[in-house]
């Protein structure tokens, strides 16, 4: 590996390492890789393309933690409209240098939750992925800020949650679904068997199925992603145990 950036960061100490090997660039927080990428801006963890899929046609789409950009850049070149708000004040100038983010994102600097409660506009898919070392920071852990980001979504939009974790809080993800449930939203919990990627990601919407992903054909897919979305699995919050929904994937 080799540093090309250390900074420190609101949540720890930022390093941009670059892997001698493909050129694949990392932006780490302290121990946690925020993304993985190639050279030219495709990430290389599954669940980042799980999330792709999941906002699907959506013409514009909010996210609330930038990273490297790698997701804001791949929906940008898909002609998305495409907003991001990061409350690191270096987090763009890192992404523009280094991972290449598409010139069309709009970046803003600030706090995500701030920034709902003051947005006016509508989306239609809002992406969560404010994470710092250890995972999901506790802000959108709960129910009162999930439905506070669902009320800058259209009535058929989709709030997605990139519940990354260092696996000491194994029934928030299970419990922020049944939550989103028991407010009257749909929502599902995807969850990879397979990799070394722990990403769990709730779709929750108010109108429209959410436990539906099309992945298409796997051997388009980075090598790295394919294991994430192979086993990867909808589980619909019922009256007493889950029922697990499997992907649907192009022959």
């Known amino acids: 590996m080799k540093e090309l950036a250390r900074r420190e960061g609101p949540f720890g100490t930022v390093r941009i390492v670059e892997r001698r090997q493909d050129g694949a660039r990392l932006y780490c927080i302290d121990d946690g890789v ?7 801006g495709t990430s290389l963890f599954g669940y980042v393309h799980a999330i792709k899929l999941l906002v699907g046609d959506a013409p514009n789409v909010l996210m609330l933690g930038g990273g490297g950009g790698s997701l804001a850049t791949m929906l940008a070149r898909r002609n998305r409209d495409v907003t991001v708000v990061d409350i690191d004040p270096a987090a763009e100038s890192l ?4 991972f290449g983010l598409d ?3 709009a970046w803003i600097t600030g706090d995500g939750l701030a920034y709902l409660e003051a947005c006016t506009r509508r989306f239609e898919a809002v992406v969560i992925d404010t994470c710092d070392a250890h995972g999901l920071v506790p802000t959108f852990m709960t129910q009162d800020n999930l439905l506070t980001a669902m009320k800058v979504l259209t ?3 989709s709030l997605i949650l990139n519940l990354a974790g260092d696996g000491n809080r194994p029934d928030v993800a299970w419990q922020l679904a ?3 449930v028991a407010s009257g939203q749909s929502a599902a919990l995807f969850r990879s068997d397979l990799g070394e990627e722990g990403n769990e990601l709730l779709h929750v919407r108010s109108r429209g199925p959410t436990a539906l992903i099309e992945i298409g054909d796997l051997y388009e897919r980075p090598l790295e992603a394919r294991l994430y979305l192979m086993s ?5 919050p019922r009256s007493t145990a889950p029922a697990a929904v499997a ?4 022959q």
């Not at 990867?232 to 619909?236: C, G, I, P, Q, T």
């Open 34 to 40: 925020q993304t993985l990428a190639r050279p030219d």
């Open 155 to 157: 009535p058929t939009g």
């Open 232 to 236: 990867l699995r909808a589980f619909v």
């Open 247 to 250: 992907p649907r994937l192009s």
């Open 95 to 98: 992404a523009r240098r280094y």
């Open 103 to 105: 010139p069309r994102v």
């Open 178 to 180: 049944c939550a989103m």
